[in-house]
């Protein structure tokens, strides 16, 4: 549901002129409160899960998971922070932005989820989304999200 709404964000910011200044701050905000929190559940939750049942191949489906996230945190947030909201130099990058989740989106839909079916059984990934809905409204869960926003922004 949330690769659903971040696709719908996408297209969204994607859609805006140069000139629609406040509308792209928005959505980027929104793109990134609903990013973040999930991305930092599986940086720090789901991915070790993951890793610790994986075979050879699934590892590395891990690792390019984790290397998705390190580009986007690293290099293609702040490159969008750093660009003005009504320049071409943003639009550009929140485009590649959205692709980059598309792809990693997918990549989870299909072959780590997959892998994650035969790994785990209904009841855990029943008890994961329960952990995760938790913690999303936690203050670790705040304290995470803060820290990687000032991070990309900065």
Known sequence: QEHDELRRLFKQIN?????DTDTRED???????ALIPHAKWEEKVFYPAFADRADH???LLH?????????VELTVLP??????????????????????????????ETAMFDAIRQSFSAAELAQLDD???QWKDSSAA????MHAKVKTAA
Do not use: C, N, P, W
């Open 57 to 59: 191949e699934q590892l």
């Open 79 to 108: 490159d969008i922070h750093a660009a003005d909201v009504d320049s071409r130099q943003f639009a550009g990058s929140v485009k590649v932005f959205g692709e980059m989740i598309e792809h990693h989106a997918k990549e989870e």
């Open 131 to 133: 952990d995760y809905e």
């Open 27 to 33: 959505l980027l905000h929104k793109i990134e409160a």
């Open 142 to 145: 705040d304290a995470i999200s």
């Open 15 to 19: 859609a805006t002129s140069d000139d």
């Open 63 to 71: 690792a390019e998971a984790m290397q998705e996230h390190r580009a």
